[in-house]
Structure formats: structure tokens, C-alpha cells
């Protein structure tokens, strides 16, 4: 029997019809139960697979219309000019000014990433580091690193600034979970001279600023600052119930 000729007119003929295509699709228009026949296809005309879905999806590579970071969107199906998921996570981090956080990256990319990052980390094509209570993931690259932990740290301290003005809509909603689940974390010294620490930072303000922030009083913010000035501060060692060396039992 003679094997079937399809020509790359179908296949161009049926992605300006459909714009995307499973594969199963694909060999269904083209009469074929081969994947390989239409993988030929598509190699000779360009084509992509969707980051999103699995790669379960593809397009033709001039039928995408990226946006400015390289993401199309065409309804919940997602491409990116970097290929895949885990190229384009490397990529949108190594090039970004400050890093992203895992949370910052579902909302660009629309899909989830954690695993991905992790990954990433864990083959040391990317760096991740614990900046007030969230985690963020930063080229390898010595020099650009530095740079972009620098432009997070400004971007956090001008977020607390923002708050000495009043200003609460600069204050993402994540970065603020973040801080409030950082200082959950400590004791209640520790809580009171963090927000101490952080009202001395700001200046006339700040008092209100972190008490409004942290929702506790602007008598314990005010605390927490004077006993810093004062160098009045308790430093106690703090064992964790049931924590150090297991007692033993004296026989009689």
C-alpha cells in the first residue's frame, strides 16, 4: 500500500484555522496515526509547544504575538519564544533586575513554578535566598546576583517607606503576608525591636507607619525603639520546650 503524501500546505492551512493543535488533532486532520509524520511537519515549518498543558499543545513559530517579556497567551494555553517551562523560568530570572519570588512568577508566567525553581536551584542554574520571610531566586552569575539582591532590598525598603507616607497601596498585598509571616515567626522581644529596628529606619513616622503595618500599638513599636537607643535588651538563651539533652534517670 502506498504511504500517504502530506504536504506542509495542510498543516499551514490547518493552524490559521485552529491557531493551536494537540497532536491527536493533528494526526486526525492529516489522516495519519503517526507522530513522527507530523513531528516532520512541523519541523520544517517552525513550530512550538505550549509550557503550559504539558507541552500538549502546539503552534507554528510566526503565529504567536508575544508580549514584551516573550509570553502569548491564547485562552489558558500558554507559549513562550524561550520554549520551554524551565528555559523560561532560567531566562526570565537571570535577565530580571531584581529576582522574582515563586508567587511574582505565577502571575507573569500563569502557571505554577515552585518545582521548577527548585530544580533549577538544585542543578545551581539558579540561587535562592530567604529576604524578609519570602524567598527570591537570583542568577548565578556573581555580579548580577549582587545586583539584583540590592534592587530587592530597595524595593523592600521603599515599600516601608511608602508606609511612613501613608502611601499602603505601593505595599503589594505578598510583600505584606511576607513581612506579617516573618514577624509571626518571632518571639515577642524580638517582635518589638524588629519593629524598633524598622521605625529608626524611617524616621518622623515611623512609629504609626510599622504599628498600622503589624497592627499592634505604636507604644510597643516606641518600646522596642527606646530599648535599642538604650542598648536595654535581654539576651537569653531560648530553648524550645522538650529541646536539649534527655535527662537521665538516677537508679536508687
Same mark, same amino acid.
Given at each position: 500500500?502506498?504511504?500517504?503524501?502530506?504536504?506542509?500546505?495542510?498543516?499551514?492551512?490547518?493552524?490559521?484555522?485552529?491557531?493551536?493543535?494537540?497532536?491527536?488533532?493533528?494526526?486526525?486532520?492529516?489522516?495519519?496515526?503517526?507522530?513522527?509524520?507530523?513531528?516532520?511537519?512541523?519541523?520544517?515549518?517552525?513550530?512550538?509547544?505550549?509550557?503550559?498543558?504539558?507541552?500538549?499543545?502546539?503552534?507554528?513559530?510566526?503565529?504567536?504575538?508575544?508580549?514584551?517579556?516573550?509570553?502569548?497567551?491564547?485562552?489558558?494555553?500558554?507559549?513562550?519564544?524561550?520554549?520551554?517551562?524551565?528555559?523560561?523560568?532560567?531566562?526570565?530570572?537571570?535577565?530580571?533586575?531584581?529576582?522574582?519570588?515563586?508567587?511574582?512568577?505565577?502571575?507573569?508566567?500563569?502557571?505554577?513554578?515552585?518545582?521548577?525553581?527548585?530544580?533549577?536551584?538544585?542543578?545551581?542554574?539558579?540561587?535562592?535566598?530567604?529576604?524578609?520571610?519570602?524567598?527570591?531566586?537570583?542568577?548565578?552569575?556573581?555580579?548580577?546576583?549582587?545586583?539584583?539582591?540590592?534592587?530587592?532590598?530597595?524595593?523592600?525598603?521603599?515599600?516601608?517607606?511608602?508606609?511612613?507616607?501613608?502611601?499602603?497601596?505601593?505595599?503589594?498585598?505578598?510583600?505584606?503576608?511576607?513581612?506579617?509571616?516573618?514577624?509571626?515567626?518571632?518571639?515577642?522581644?524580638?517582635? !518589638?525591636?524588629?519593629?524598633?529596628?524598622?521605625?529608626?529606619?524611617?524616621?518622623?513616622?515611623?512609629?504609626?507607619?510599622?504599628?498600622?503595618?503589624?497592627?499592634?500599638?505604636?507604644?510597643?513599636?516606641?518600646?522596642?525603639?527606646?530599648?535599642?537607643?538604650?542598648?536595654?535588651?535581654?539576651?537569653?538563651?531560648?530553648? !524550645?520546650?522538650?529541646?536539649? !539533652?534527655?535527662?537521665?534517670?538516677?537508679?536508687?
Amino acid at each position: 500500500m502506498r504511504t500517504p503524501i502530506f504536504t506542509l500546505d495542510e498543516v499551514t492551512t490547518y493552524f490559521k484555522a485552529h491557531t493551536i493543535a494537540t497532536m491527536t488533532e493533528l494526526k486526525d486532520a492529516l489522516g495519519t496515526n503517526t507522530d513522527m509524520t507530523v513531528f516532520r511537519k512541523l519541523n520544517a515549518l517552525g513550530y512550538l509547544s505550549s509550557y503550559s498543558h504539558r507541552g500538549k499543545y502546539y503552534t507554528l513559530t510566526n503565529i504567536p504575538a508575544f508580549n514584551d517579556s516573550g509570553v502569548w497567551l491564547y485562552g489558558d494555553v500558554c507559549f513562550s519564544m524561550h520554549g520551554t517551562l524551565r528555559n523560561t523560568v532560567e531566562k526570565f530570572v537571570s535577565e530580571s533586575s531584581g529576582g522574582y519570588s515563586a508567587a511574582e512568577l505565577c502571575n507573569e508566567l500563569h502557571v505554577e513554578v515552585k518545582s521548577t525553581l527548585l530544580d533549577l536551584v538544585r542543578c545551581k542554574k539558579l540561587f535562592r535566598e530567604l529576604i524578609n520571610g519570602t524567598y527570591f531566586y537570583f542568577s548565578t552569575m556573581p555580579e548580577i546576583q549582587r545586583q539584583q539582591v540590592l534592587t530587592r532590598e530597595d524595593q523592600y525598603s521603599a515599600s516601608l517607606d511608602a508606609l511612613a507616607n501613608e502611601d499602603t497601596r505601593t505595599l503589594s498585598d505578598h510583600l505584606r503576608a511576607a513581612i506579617i509571616l516573618f514577624v509571626s515567626l518571632l518571639d515577642e522581644q524580638q517582635r !518589638r525591636l524588629w519593629a524598633g529596628l524598622e521605625s529608626l529606619r524611617i524616621g518622623h513616622g515611623g512609629d504609626t507607619a510599622i504599628a498600622r503595618l503589624l497592627r499592634i500599638t505604636p507604644q510597643t513599636v516606641a518600646r522596642g525603639r527606646k530599648e535599642l537607643l538604650k542598648n536595654d535588651v535581654e539576651v537569653q538563651r531560648v530553648r !524550645r520546650e522538650g529541646g536539649g !539533652r534527655i535527662p537521665i534517670k538516677k537508679n536508687t
